[in-house]
């Protein structure tokens, strides 16, 4: 069992950045791949990016290629995803996920455990 809360969410102007951290508790962090995903108003929760147990492996959407990086520090159970260059169209709720798979995922079934999710709001 692990427990996940993001934070770092918030209100930003369209170009600007954010960071959002996914602080783990409960089994061994380093023993999960730990992804992000997002759901905005209506629409499916859709995979954003994801990075291997020692973080030598990522994958990310076409649409945040170049402006999201995802990173972790196992030694603090955190897994971040830096948002750069943000859009409108970026807006959603930002879950962090958590997979035992062997490999790195990118659909919501493969991930076993999921925080509370955290608000990203970007204004034009």
């Known amino acids: 069992q692990v427990q996940l809360v993001e934070s770092g969410g918030g209100l930003v102007q369209a170009g600007g950045s954010l960071r959002l951290s996914c602080t783990a508790s409960?089994?061994?962090?380093?023993?999960?791949?730990m992804g992000w995903f997002r759901q905005a108003p209506g629409k499916a929760r859709e995979f954003v990016a994801a990075?291997?147990?020692?973080?030598?492996?990522?994958k990310y959407v076409d649409s945040v290629k170049g402006r999201f990086t995802i990173s972790r520090d196992n030694a603090k159970n955190t897994v971040y995803l830096q948002m750069n260059s943000l859009k409108p169209e970026d807006t959603a709720v930002y879950y962090c996920?958590?997979?035992?798979?062997?490999?790195?995922?990118?659909?919501?079934?493969?991930?076993?455990?999921w925080g509370q999710g955290t608000q990203v709001t970007v204004s034009s």
């Open positions: 996920a958590a997979s035992n798979s062997y490999y790195v995922p990118v659909i919501t079934g493969r991930y076993n455990y």
């Open positions: 409960g089994r061994a962090f380093s023993s999960y791949v």
């Open positions: 990075i291997s147990r020692i973080g030598d492996s990522t």
